[in-house]
């Protein structure tokens, strides 16, 4: 039996300081008005030169030398993301080479805010089928680049960041790891939350840029409305793949998009406080990274002892949505 366990993560978010206060200068919109409808407070934007390869790399370096190994010891890289450098080549190519000299396998993956649950799903099979032995899985996102600050609809909601963790492969049962992950996806509601612009659908041109059809569109009480449904569906599914229930659980890590999708979670599964880990108020929707970057916080902070049964919930455009279970351990 091979086991697929966490061995490295590391996390990154820019410099620069988005307030809500600074909002209030850009948009029609107020610091109460925000905090009471997404209880976010801040959020980190990414400089005009500072790319998601950027981002990605960063977390990725603080991840690989966490787990005390280097680029050329990868097998796979994966990168989740929504916001990638160029349409192609893909971002985890071009975060392979900053790497490693070494050619190795490298992929994007899209699947909106849920990216990186789905690129883990990807790492986990890789690894159990033998075909790999090391997977790089990061996310990174740089939302603010298709944000329209005009739109205090989705202007007060995201922010930039990335994460990135090293999964290894491990003979035997073992006590630690990732135990299982669930998937889901239902296309009907594709346009709920989508960048109609630059695709084949709707090519770059001077309409579409006059349109606004490359900044992001969201219908957000319709998202709202999916996301409180999907996020109990992915924690109860995964935890039955798993052979666990609700009982279970130490600590849920969700998606960080708003404060009141995470409340309505904790109150489905009667969680505490403590059990949930939130940072939404300080990054925002940081899309595919917000998940890596509260894990990361986690550790560091030492929330996450050795055992604990941690189920990460994310939902995003497609629409999507998805978990994965693990046990905590960093198994070197």
Not at 245 to 257: R, S
Request: proline letters at 3%; aromatic letters at 6%; charged letters at 20%.
């Amino acid at each position: 039996m091979v086991q697929c366990v966490v061995t490295g993560l590391g996390s990154y978010v820019p410099q620069r300081v988005l307030s809500n206060h600074d909002l209030e200068q850009m948009v029609d919109t107020n610091d109460e008005w925000i905090v009471s409808r997404t209880g976010i407070r801040e959020r980190r934007l990414a400089s005009a030169d500072e790319t998601t390869s950027d981002m990605a790399y960063h977390a990725s370096v603080l991840a690989l030398r966490d787990a005390g190994v280097r680029g050329e010891d990868l097998d796979f890289v994966l990168v989740a993301t929504n916001t990638s450098d160029t349409v192609f080549p893909s971002t985890a190519a071009r975060l392979q080479a900053r790497l490693s000299d070494r050619p190795m396998a490298a992929m994007d993956v899209q699947a909106g805010c849920t990216g990186w649950i789905y690129a883990i799903a990807m790492a986990k099979a890789l690894i159990e089928s033998k075909a790999c032995m090391r997977v790089l899985v990061a996310a990174s996102d740089k939302l603010s680049s298709i944000v329209d600050y005009h739109d205090r609809s989705t202007a007060v909601l995201f922010g930039d960041g990335a994460g990135a963790i090293v999964l290894e492969a491990r003979e035997g049962p073992g006590t630690v790891g990732v135990l299982s992950t669930y998937l889901n996806a239902d296309g009907r509601g594709a346009e709920l939350l989508v960048q109609p612009g630059g695709g084949s659908r709707e090519p770059a041109s001077h309409e579409t840029v006059d349109g606004g059809l490359h900044f992001l569109k969201m219908s957000g009480n319709e998202v709202f409305r999916f996301a409180v449904k999907a996020m109990p569906e992915a924690v109860e599914e995964g935890l039955k793949r798993a052979g666990l229930t609700v009982d279970d659980i130490d600590f849920l890590i969700p998606h960080q998009a708003n404060q009141r999708i995470i409340d309505a979670a904790m109150r489905q599964f009667h969680l505490s406080e403590h059990q949930v880990v939130k940072n939404v108020s300080r990054y925002g929707n940081t899309s595919v990274a917000s998940i890596p970057l509260a894990l990361d916080e986690a550790r560091h902070e030492g929330r996450l002892l050795p055992g604990a049964l941690v189920v990460l919930a994310a939902f995003g455009s497609g629409l999507t949505w998805g978990s994965v279970v693990l046990r905590w351990g960093m198994d070197r």
